[in-house]
């Protein structure tokens, strides 16, 4: 599996738009890029997934440039429940298990 | 459609006893997956269960097993509980055609005194 790097935390106010990158240089051909979220004391929960551009749905957006080096997770306008520990994943989707890194804690203020 | 569930949501256990949990996927859902959370080592996967055989496992010592019943249902058993054990034990199901999008359940609470 191709190791992240992702921020260990990140502040931000409510309304604003929070950008979080990972860097996963040794991504493979076969590899898709996964965020999931987590607030404390409960499982985590899928956000969004892509292989290459930008993939948008009701919750976020994910851009991947050409090279899929990096990826960034942006999350519009964010609110005072937005705060939690966001995941990057990498991985063949022949894998059979997610790889959690730390992820990075985001903290929305008002 | 009702979520992951597992139970029970808390348990206490003394060093040395062993413990089940149980997991129901989402309906429908034949892939179940098992993660051990804890605040020193994260989130670290247990093993993998499809159509009743387990597909993948992690870096767990033999105290840990599961399985996987015809409806789905699923269970995890450890024993020889030692201190370490304490955490947080996570359920997630998938269709199995999308692994990477997996349903997380509430998780149990486990605390070995």
């Given amino acids: 599996l ?17 950008n979080i990158t990972c860097s996963h240089n040794n991504i493979a ?5 996964t965020w999931y979220q ?21 919750v976020a957006s994910l851009f991947i440039p050409a090279d899929r080096k990096s990826s960034t997770l942006s999350l519009p306008r964010v609110s005072l429940s937005d705060t939690a520990v966001y995941y990057c994943l990498v991985g063949d989707e022949d894998d059979y298990k997610l790889s959690f890194g730390a992820g990075t804690t985001v903290t929305v203020r008002a | ?29 034949r892939s179940v997956s098992w993660y051990q959370q804890t605040p020193g080592q994260g ?26 019943f015809s409806n789905s249902r699923s269970e ?16 997630a199901s998938s269709s199995g055609l999308e692994r990477y999008e997996q349903y997380f359940g509430p998780g149990t609470r486990l605390t070995v005194t």
Avoid: W
Wanted: charged share 20%; net charge positive; aromatic share 12%.
């Fill in chain 1, 29 to 33: 051909t076969n590899d898709y890029i």
């Fill in chain 1, 2 to 18: 191709a190791k992240t790097t992702q921020p260990i935390s990140m502040d931000s106010y409510e309304g604003q738009e929070v």
């Fill in chain 2, 1 to 29: 459609k009702a979520g992951v569930t597992q139970t029970p949501r808390y348990l206490i256990k003394t060093r040395g006893q062993q413990v089940t949990l149980s997991c129901s996927p989402i309906s429908g859902h």
């Fill in chain 2, 76 to 91: 995890m058993n450890v024993s020889t509980l030692e201190l370490g054990d304490s955490a947080l034990y996570l359920c």
């Fill in chain 2, 43 to 68: 989130l670290q996967f247990l093993f993998e269960y499809f159509s009743e055989t387990q597909r993948n496992k992690g870096n767990f010592p033999g105290r840990f097993s599961g399985r996987q």
């Fill in chain 1, 38 to 58: 987590q607030f404390p004391s409960q499982g985590p929960r899928f956000i969004i997934q892509g292989y290459k551009t930008k993939v948008t749905n009701e």
